[in-house]
């Protein structure tokens, strides 16, 4: 069973700065594409950056240039460097890892950011 665990979330001043760890446990065969996402309240969860098996990247409009995620194959672990943090970059964030053929999500972690 794989499990993804993720930490790093917290509370932030506007302009300060987070990383997000995401790690895989269980049984990790391939690791494909992985994603971060975050949900605020009121508001569809939404894509904020995907990470392919090659290292293509993608990033929602919103964090581009602010946001850079990472991976680790090795240590089955993404990463989200977020700089020039937005007070309404606010919500939980979750990761999500497709493993062979299946996703997995993450529990999500608060990221909070203050004006």
């Known amino acids: 069973q794989v499990q993804l665990v993720e930490s790093g979330g917290g509370l932030v001043q506007a302009g300060g700065s987070l990383r997000l760890s995401c790690r895989a446990s269980?049984?990790?065969?391939?690791?494909?594409?992985m994603g971060w996402y975050r949900q605020a309240p009121g508001n569809q969860r939404e894509l904020v950056a995907l990470i392919t098996s090659g290292g293509s990247t993608n990033y929602a409009d919103s964090v581009k240039g602010r946001f850079t995620i990472s991976r680790d194959d090795a240590k089955a672990t993404v990463y989200l460097q977020m700089n020039s943090l937005k007070p309404e970059d606010t919500a939980l964030y979750y990761c999500?890892?497709?493993?062979?053929?299946?996703?997995?999500w993450g529990q999500g972690t608060q990221v909070t950011v203050s004006s």
């Open positions: 999500r890892q497709q493993i062979g053929v299946s996703w997995y």
């Open positions: 269980g049984i990790i065969f391939r690791i494909n594409d």
